[in-house]
């Protein structure tokens, strides 16, 4: 998807996102999808994260880095994933929905970062705008780019996503892991604080 979203586009993500969250706390089937009310262009494929957050600290996320399904379909799924399956966290209860803000990040295709040395990397990367991905021996991790906002240099960023592959975090540095970039289109649900 290359065209930003329309703010109704969004808004119909975010009700998609929130009909799942509360049918998965609630041990309820999900609404079936009426495609002809589904605007169109969400009923092409599209990768996306969701992300969960109670007041203000994560809640749970799960996404996909490739597009597999209809965007709109892509979303629902990883609401629920990121409610019920998110191993680091226990499954989403139903008193909680109310308290949980949802967002959503819609991903660009995973392009190879252009590095004919590792040590180009850091230089490469940009802080805020790029997500990443790192892969090597069949191990991979990836960090939207809402994580730059954590760390302080894209060596740290690089080092803490390798650990996340299981790694060690210097690996980067290696020549050996191949790292993508893509971009995202994110936006989120307007908490009670906001």
Not at 29 to 44: A, H, I
Not at 165 to 184: D, F, P, R, T
Request: glycine letters at 6%; one cysteine or more.
């Amino acid at each position: 998807m290359t065209a930003q979203l329309t703010k109704e586009e969004k808004d119909y993500l975010l009700r998609i996102a929130r009909m799942a969250l509360e049918a998965a706390a609630n041990h309820r089937k999900l609404p079936t999808l009426d495609r002809e009310s589904v605007p169109k262009r969400l009923r092409t494929q599209g990768a996306s994260f969701v992300t969960l957050t109670k007041q203000g600290a994560l809640r749970g996320c799960i996404g996909a880095l490739n597009a597999r399904s209809p965007l709109v379909e892509d979303v629902q799924q990883h609401a629920v994933d990121a409610a019920l399956y998110d191993p680091r966290f226990i499954p989403v209860q139903a008193d909680e929905t109310e308290s949980i803000t949802i967002e959503i990040s819609v991903l660009s295709k995973p392009e190879p970062l252009p590095a004919t040395d590792p040590m180009e990397i850091p230089k490469l990367l940009r802080p805020g705008v790029d997500g990443v991905v790192v892969l090597c021996g069949g191990r991979r991790a990836t960090f939207l780019p809402q994580v730059w906002k954590k760390v302080s240099t894209p060596e740290q960023f690089l080092a803490m996503l390798c650990q996340k592959a299981g790694l060690a975090s210097e690996a980067w540095k290696q020549g050996n892991v191949q790292i993508l970039v893509y971009h995202v289109e994110c936006f989120h649900e307007q908490s009670s604080a906001e």
